[in-house]
């Protein structure tokens, strides 16, 4: 027996040799290193993680509450500004960073940018274009109607005295003029305005959802050495984004089921993601690298990205800051000084966030 062995030591040799290279075949395959393993247990506690993170960041924005009734010069009134800022930054962040500027690596591992270097820019114009469409719509219905309740009022009471032009309460016709106060003959004006202010809303949370499902099926599909870090930098992406997109639902005075259904969709959008990712992996039938799946991937962050960038600059930041009536009528410079401060803290939370997720 012993000669045998010694007799035939390159033959031994070559076995364990063709065994270790086919064990290390097998542990790229399915991910089974001790540093770099694929952890079902870890995935499927990130469900519960970002879902809790999610939950609790609108929640805590519901339970501030929104500025409306808040004292101006109180420090309950001063925080919602600061937080409405971050809102604010986080939105414009997430934009900017977390989907135009990811969009660039898809669309270079699609080789797309051997074509045009701008691909995302290019999609994110789209998506401001689509969402400008869509504000000017309404806002053309919004003025017909109102010329359409003018002219009914002056042939029903003609001798009635009406404002400028013939047309009620005019001075709030654009909805970015802040929480003023009305009168009963801008009811019709203010429900108007919470009407654009609720199709906003709905548009930010639709190209946020999309954006998640999106997060979170990369997070299903990575191992161990890559998951922690990311879910660390998802649980808080999905905190402060939950707290944003908690007060622009608190600005749009859903009712109370809509709120939870809104709740509910950017709540579980993330872990849905993640859940796909395992199932994704788990099956090994998807090709993460194929052209499809890259160029779809750029396409769709480009354009919600510049659907939630055009939301931001030129509804949610004039609204809340610029040209709110409140705030640019105010005898000091704390409280707006407060907001604007938000807004960058917002912005320079989520870009630091956006090292690692």
Same mark, same amino acid.
């Not at 790229?28 to 001790?34: F, I, L, T």
């Not at 499927?44 to 009734?69: E, P």
């Not at 109102?146 to 003609?158: D, T």
């Given at each position: ?76 009134? +001063?925080? *919602? !500004? ?7 930054? &986080? %939105?414009?962040? $997430? ?5 135009? =500027? ?116 990369? +997070?299903? *599909? !990575? ?7 990311? &879910? %660390?930098?998802? $649980? ?5 984004? =939950? ?115």
């Amino acid at each position: 027996m012993r000669m045998v062995l010694q007799a035939s030591p390159g033959l031994a040799t070559s076995q364990q040799m063709n065994e270790t290279v086919s064990s290390s075949q097998d542990m790229d395959m399915v991910g089974v290193g001790a540093d770099d393993a694929y952890d079902v247990n870890l995935q499927v506690a990130g469900v519960f993680i970002i879902m809790a993170a999610s939950v609790l960041g609108m929640g805590l924005s519901y339970a501030f509450g929104s500025d409306a009734q808040a004292p101006s010069n109180g420090l309950l009134y +001063l925080s *919602l !500004q600061m937080l409405k800022g971050c809102g604010v930054g &986080v %939105i414009i962040s $997430t934009a900017l960073i977390h989907l135009i =500027g990811e969009a660039y690596e898809p669309f270079e591992d699609a080789g797309m940018s051997e074509i045009y270097e701008q691909w995302p820019m290019v999609f994110a114009m789209v998506g401001m274009f689509l969402m400008a469409i869509l504000e000017f719509v309404h806002h053309r219905l919004e003025f017909r109607s109102r010329h359409y309740v003018a002219s009914a009022a002056e042939v029903e009471h003609p001798d009635a005295t009406l404002p400028a032009e013939g047309m009620p309460a005019e001075v709030t016709l654009n909805p970015l003029q802040g929480d003023g106060a009305h009168d009963e003959s801008d009811k019709e004006v203010v429900t108007k305005s919470v009407a654009s202010k609720q199709r906003s809303a709905v548009l930010v949370e639709l190209s946020i959802l999309i954006h998640s499902v999106l997060i979170g099926f990369d +997070l299903g *599909l !990575q191992t161990k050495s890559q998951w922690v870090p990311l &879910v %660390i930098a998802i $649980t808080f992406h999905q905190f402060f984004e =939950g707290f944003a997109v908690g007060q622009i639902v608190l600005d749009a005075q859903f009712t109370f089921w809509k709120k939870f259904a809104m709740t509910a969709f950017y709540s579980l959008t993330t872990s849905v993601g993640i859940a796909i990712g395992i199932a994704t992996y788990l099956g090994q039938n998807y090709d993460g690298q194929s052209k499809a799946a890259n160029i779809t991937i750029g396409v769709l962050d480009s354009i919600c990205g510049g659907l939630l960038l055009f939301a931001g600059m030129s509804v949610f930041w004039p609204e809340w800051f610029v040209t709110n009536h409140k705030l640019c009528q105010a005898d000091s410079l704390v409280a707006p000084s407060v907001g604007f401060f938000g807004v960058a803290l917002g912005m320079v939370i989520m870009s630091v966030i956006g090292i690692w997720a």
